[in-house]
């Protein structure tokens, strides 16, 4: 998934997500203002360590994901929107916490 953030600290960047059955999450910037994730040869962003992942289905187009990022310490707890293709949630550290918005696209 293809999550682009419109509202937060990250606002303006976009971040690719992989969900694997083992209940782990990798994810990775996609453009170059996104920080904190690491460089690879030739500058390319390669993924952050994978974190595990809580997702529950609300409806059968809303659902909900939490994951705590092990590098940055930051929880990001996100409502998938299904029909619009929207996201709003909130990511937290232990001193901040901060309301997001964006949207999302599945890709292969």
């Not at 994810?27 to 992942?53: C, F, N």
């Not at 309301?99 to 292969?108: K, L, R, W």
């Amino acid at each position: 998934m293809r999550w682009t953030w419109t509202e937060g600290p990250t606002q303006g960047s976009t971040h690719e997500h992989v969900f694997h059955e083992d209940g782990t999450v990798e994810w990775r910037g996609v453009d170059a203002s996104q920080e904190g994730a690491a460089s690879g040869e030739g500058g390319e962003k390669k993924a952050a360590p994978a974190a595990k992942y809580a997702a529950i289905r609300i409806t059968d187009e809303v659902c909900v994901v939490s994951y705590l990022a092990p590098e940055s310490g930051y929880t990001l707890t996100v409502v998938l929107n299904f029909r619009d293709h929207s996201i709003v949630g909130f990511a937290s550290g232990a001193k901040e916490w901060f309301p997001i918005e964006g949207a999302f696209e599945v890709v292969s």
